[in-house]
């Protein structure tokens, strides 16, 4: 069977552009062609494709079949083409991904500013919630994915891991107090993801020192399915919060949230980039994936060593505070001791003038 691949890449764009005058304007065709070349499509496949009415058009079984395959290959000539001309003059045009709400608003937002200045010619449309739009079907050119990922025939590239900690906000210490160990957990006021639970149904943070990994129950006083839901609990001083260091890194370079409960970390949660299996990975697509690695490798460092250097600062405050504490004790008891023995010297004295009025 002789194939024509004009054909099958009208045929593609009717469907997107859900009509064949649309088509013909998007092609820039006469639209008698258009539907012509559909004609003889359907005539050569021995299939109808498509149910045409007046008001719309609609896909045939044999249409939905045929349009889900054709339209990987229509995708793939576009990367083709695209990657051609981005080896002449650099990545370029629309880059479509999709990333959860969680690390989208506090950590791929801020950094897109920065992505555009090294490459201005690559236009971007970031799609940010918690459904998994398909990426076989070309609705986004690649997802960022957290956590473990299901078997597929998608192709996942790690961009690096999120460390776990636990974090309060300087409100919630001076109104609750911090937690000195995790088994502290269950008297605080906790801010908890939906998913934290164990096979009893209580909620539990899985925590450790560098050793074994425990759990310890807390009490959540706010439960949510995405950490952007909490993150606003956790400034506002409502709980302590577990979450990656990466996700908080705003909030503690504004001095709005600090680590707690130093020495111990939770489990360690990869990011992926994904993005479908046996295509061309385009020149935009690697530009974005390889800055997103450099980035989280460069943010995880500083989140590292900023924590430390707050938690040095928040111990040398305790510490100069106790010991302004025990130096205000030590004079203290310098006056009360002055104070009594001028007491017994006056009392000493009045004995004495006692004694000597009686002789």
């Not at 006469?30 to 050569?44: D, I, N």
């Not at 937690?179 to 993801?193: A, E, G, K, W, Y």
Request: charged letters at 25%; hydrophobic letters at 45%; glycine letters at 8%.
């Amino acid at each position: 069977m002789a194939h024509d691949l004009n054909e099958t890449l009208i045929f593609v764009k009717v469907v997107e552009q859900g009509s064949f005058i649309a088509a013909a304007n998007a092609l820039g065709l006469p639209k008698t062609t258009v539907s012509r070349k559909v004609q003889e499509l359907e005539q050569r496949l021995g299939a109808r494709l498509l149910n045409r009415t007046t008001r719309r058009l609609g896909l045939t079984e044999a249409g939905s079949v045929y349009h889900e395959h054709c339209q990987r290959i229509a995708r793939g000539l576009e990367d083709a083409e695209s990657a051609v001309a981005q080896l002449q003059s650099g990545p370029r045009g629309w880059l479509r991904f999709t990333v959860p709400y969680s690390i989208g608003i506090t950590w791929i937002a801020p950094l897109l500013g920065d992505f555009q200045s090294q490459y201005p010619e690559i236009q971007l449309d970031m799609h940010m919630g918690n459904e998994k739009l398909d990426l076989i079907a070309g609705e986004a050119d690649l997802a960022l994915r957290i956590g473990t990922l299901p078997d597929s025939n998608l192709v996942a590239r790690k961009l690096g891991s999120l460390r776990t900690q636990v974090f309060a906000s300087q409100a919630y210490i001076e109104r609750h107090g911090e937690p000195l160990h995790p088994d502290d957990l269950q008297h605080h006021r906790t801010l908890v993801m939906r998913k934290s639970h164990n096979a009893n149904n209580r909620f539990v943070w899985s925590l450790t020192d560098g050793h074994a990994l425990r759990e310890f129950p807390v009490n959540p006083q706010l439960v949510a399915n995405d950490p952007a839901a909490l993150n606003w609990a956790l400034i506002k001083g409502e709980g302590l919060m577990l979450t990656g260091d990466v996700m908080a890194k705003a909030f503690v370079e504004a001095g709005m949230a600090q680590r707690v409960l130093a020495g111990w970390t939770g489990p360690e949660v990869d990011i992926n980039a994904v993005f479908p299996g046996g295509r061309l990975v385009s020149p935009k697509v690697r530009a974005f994936v390889d800055f997103l690695i450099d980035r989280l490798n460069f943010d995880a460092g500083h989140m590292q060593t900023l924590c430390q250097v707050q938690q040095q600062a928040m111990e040398a405050k305790y510490t100069g505070k106790a010991v302004l504490a025990q130096l205000e004790k030590a004079t203290r008891q310098a006056v009360e001791a002055v104070e009594e023995a001028d007491a017994a010297d006056i009392e000493a004295d009045e004995a004495e003038e006692v004694v000597l009025a009686g002789r």
